[in-house]
């Protein structure tokens, strides 16, 4: 059987399939605020790198260590939930496992729509200490959103540069 040639950048896993390299960063859609004290949505990556694992069962997966976090909680949000206008509770990241969100900004035409699974984290960092208003949050879907919410440890806001205003396109999602 002649093997065909992988593209560019591809390497073989353990499986047949060729697959890319995993990601070097972590980018998210944050939902932070301006000097005026009004939401804004932003790119960012993390200055926290991603890192082959050497533990058993994830060895060659790739982790970025988050930071120290608090209490985290599971939700189970009802389908055509309108969540409101509102401020982050704390800093902190949310990890939507199914489902769909979208939020939008009081003061602004910027939107974010978050499917859950793979690329459903954002970092939510509107607190009152930096936004007056906050955000909305909607849950359009005719299922339940399922989500994890991970505060940080003392609210504080992870090292990371902003890649660019406006929610992170696919692309740049990990």
């Not at 990556?45 to 976090?69: C, M, Y």
């Not at 389908?79 to 769909?100: I, N, W």
């Not at 984290?121 to 959103?145: F, R």
Request: charged fraction near 15%; glycine fraction near 8%; include cysteine.
């Amino acid at each position: 059987m002649d093997s065909m040639p992988l593209p560019f950048g591809s390497v073989m896993a353990a499986g047949t399939e060729p697959t890319t390299p995993p990601p070097e960063s972590l980018n998210l859609t944050a939902i932070t605020a301006n000097k005026k004290k009004e939401a804004i949505l932003q790119c960012w990556q993390l200055d926290a790198p991603l890192i082959p694992s050497n533990s058993a069962g994830t060895s060659g997966a790739v982790f970025a260590q988050l930071g120290e976090t608090g209490k985290t909680s599971y939700g189970i949000i009802p389908p055509k939930f309108d969540g409101g206008l509102h401020t982050a509770p704390a800093v902190q990241y949310v990890v939507f496992l199914s489902g769909k969100a979208v939020i939008t900004l009081p003061n602004s035409t910027d939107s974010a729509t978050i499917i859950g699974g793979r690329n459903g984290l954002i970092i939510a960092a509107d607190t009152l200490k930096y936004s007056d208003y906050g955000h909305i949050t909607n849950y359009p879907s005719k299922a339940e959103t399922v989500a994890m919410q991970i505060p940080t440890e003392d609210d504080k806001i992870p090292p990371h540069k902003v890649l660019y205003n406006g929610a992170c396109c696919a692309a740049e999602l990990t």
